[in-house]
């Protein structure tokens, strides 16, 4: 049962390659978003998404697009792996885009 | 730019309250104090979040000062599992996205 899930929980990769992160909501809420944290441990928000519709886009490289198949779900797919891509991945959801937000176990990605 | 000065870290006895400031000086009247906690290699949990008044829930009680420049999270009975990276956001109502500092680093000893 749990409300905000990723896969996978680890993702090791090569510098260039193209990957994605998976995340699913079951809390029925409309938003979505995606925070980065890195290694110095600060979290920032890349995306949000309300409605299936990107409403935010923190001045993220192009080399990210996030995908929303439904309102349950956000997919991070990532073009041309850097090795400053390394980091954290947390999805997030909330019932409005100014409401609480709850948070995935977050996946870490790691680029070699 | 976080707008709130938590302590870098804290100590806490296992089993006594953990009182958690935070100040937020520049607080605007519409904005929130918000409270998420990190737990070692999980995702932020929400604690509790409050405008002006005191908040209690399950987890903490907020304790927000009458000018509200500061805060007070309390863990009324500290334990283990509470050992965490404990963060406090100013966040205005109407905004989308919450600013993580760097937090409080509580450590919660037997």
């Known amino acids: 049962d749990t409300a905000v899930s990723q896969t996978p929980k680890y993702l090791v990769t090569q510098m260039g390659n193209d990957k994605s992160i998976k995340c699913e909501q079951n809390?029925?809420?409309?938003?979505m978003y995606w925070y980065k944290q890195d290694s110095k441990k600060f979290l920032k928000i890349m995306f949000s998404y309300n409605n299936k519709e990107l409403i935010i886009n923190e001045t993220v490289p192009n080399r990210f697009s996030p995908k929303s198949p439904d309102k349950a779900h956000l997919n991070l797919h990532i073009n041309s792996l850097e090795l400053g891509d390394s980091a954290v991945y947390f999805c997030?959801?909330?019932?409005?885009?100014?409401?609480?937000?709850?948070f995935g176990p977050g996946t870490r990605l790691t680029v070699l | 730019d976080a707008k709130t000065t938590q302590p870098p870290s804290m100590d806490c006895a296992e089993g006594r309250a953990a009182n958690l400031p935070c100040n937020h000086s520049t607080i605007s009247g519409n904005e929130y104090v918000y409270w998420y906690r990190q737990i070692h290699s999980q995702g932020p949990q929400y604690i509790i979040h409050g405008l002006k008044n005191n908040e209690t829930n399950e987890m903490a009680s907020l304790i927000i000062t009458e000018d509200r420049k500061s805060s007070t999270l309390i863990l009324p009975h500290a334990t283990l599992r509470d050992t965490a990276v404990y963060y406090c956001?100013?966040?205005?109502?109407?905004?989308?996205?919450?600013?993580f500092g760097a937090g409080t680093t509580v450590t919660v000893r037997a």
């Open positions: 956001i100013v966040r205005v109502a109407y905004d989308y996205k919450l600013s």
């Open positions: 997030a959801s909330s019932r409005t885009d100014t409401d609480t937000q709850y």
């Open positions: 809390l029925g809420h409309d938003t």
